[in-house]
């Protein structure tokens, strides 16, 4: 994303609709973007209307009335010049829009944003079987994003530890070695709004695993944030559930599969799911 020094007139609205507070009023009174902060999330784009005031007028408005104590302020929804401008974003930066964006589809997986189907499918998919665990874990949030480096020391750790990374994720996609945890060179300084790391450990495993993600945590420059998900018991119960309690996790329920799912892809199809 680019403001057009033409064209910015300093109204400073755009500053407060920043994901991750990248844009800040430049010395010369302008709005001005820090690139290597934004994370390409198009939402100074999208949640600011335009109107077409010419800047060269605009600004001498302004001017004069800040001689009387007075201002010319538009509303707060509005970039009054049209000065917010969406580049062409190339590799590598457009990973950033890729996992930011939740308009746009991630190529790698089909799917708005940067996330997967994760257990929603489960009842056709089996991704976590019975006696598996998956963790989502997530890096990054609106406010303070990540930077993928900072994604990989976590994912050579997991890796280190046993962790499976999921094949249809869109960080284990840009892995250029999945059994070490290594992201390809190209996009580490890139910095996204959040990603999710997905794993998947056994019902034995999961305390290791939780002890070796808090460990990730405390080292972190950013926000995490897990999730696990299991197969339940035919008759209901949740073995995991009684490990993280003992563990001093509090526990509810978040996403809840019924089972009702009917696989219409025939690799899917086995007696559970029917
Ligand atoms: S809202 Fe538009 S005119 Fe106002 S500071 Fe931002 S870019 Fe400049
Ligand atoms: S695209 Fe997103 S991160 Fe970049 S300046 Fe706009 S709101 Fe901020």
């Not at 708005?112 to 890096?139: M, Y």
Request: glycine share 8%; charged share 25%; hydrophobic share 35%.
């Amino acid at each position: 994303m680019r403001i057009s020094k033409e064209k910015c007139v300093g109204c400073a609205n755009c500053v407060p609709v920043c994901t991750v507070g990248a844009i800040y009023i430049d010395e010369d009174g302008l709005a001005n973007i820090n690139a290597d902060e934004c994370v390409e999330c198009h939402n100074c784009y999208r949640s600011l209307s335009f109107e077409h005031l010419r800047p060269s007028f605009t600004r001498t408005i302004r001017r004069l009335l800040k001689k009387i104590s007075l201002r010319f302020q538009p509303d707060p929804d509005i970039c009054p010049t049209e000065a917010i401008v969406p580049e062409d974003l190339e590799w590598p930066r457009i990973v950033r829009q890729a996992f930011s964006d939740p308009m746009v589809t991630h190529e790698s997986t089909g799917v708005h944003g940067r996330g997967t189907e994760e257990v929603k499918t489960n009842d056709v998919s089996h991704r976590i079987k019975k006696g598996e665990v998956g963790l989502v874990v997530e890096f990054g949030r609106p406010g303070i994003g990540v930077f993928f480096r900072e994604v990989q020391k976590a994912t050579r750790v997991m890796a280190t530890a046993g962790a499976r990374f999921e094949q249809g994720n869109p960080v284990t996609k840009m892995m250029t070695n999945p059994a070490t945890g290594d992201i390809q060179e190209d996009v580490l300084n890139e910095k996204v709004l959040s990603c999710i790391v997905e794993i998947t450990t056994t019902i034995q495993d999961i305390v290791h695993t939780l002890t070796i993600i808090k460990e990730i945590c405390k080292a972190s420059e950013t926000v995490v944030s897990i999730g696990v998900s299991t197969v339940c018991e035919e008759d209901g119960s949740e073995p995991l559930r009684d490990i993280l309690t003992q563990q001093g996790y509090e526990t509810g329920w978040a996403k809840l599969n019924l089972g009702l799912g009917r696989a219409t892809n025939s690799s899917f199809t086995s007696r559970e799911n029917l």
